[in-house]
């Protein structure tokens, strides 16, 4: 996917973050640890009435589907290789 489909789809690009499109993390979510890849970071922004940062949509190794929205907080570990 492009980046304007990217964009369409998870709404604008961040202007600032630690973490880049393309790059490797570990997270955590529901108490599980996931490894995947950025596919999007999203600018900070109101969701379902909820005021949240920049955050990453995040395509994991180990499930397909719809890719996981992480919170900077919810990141463990980066591979710096990347």
Partial sequence: M???ALE???GP???YSD???GERITF???GETYTGVIIWVCGPGV???R???TH???EADQRGGFPFVVLPSDIIETNSEQ
Avoid: C, N
């Fill in 2 to 4: 492009d980046d304007q």
């Fill in 47 to 49: 969701v379902a009435g």
């Fill in 56 to 58: 990453y949509m995040v």
């Fill in 28 to 30: 955590t979510e529901a």
């Fill in 13 to 15: 690009a961040a202007t």
């Fill in 8 to 10: 369409d789809l998870f």
């Fill in 51 to 53: 005021q949240i940062p």
């Fill in 19 to 21: 973490h880049k499109k």
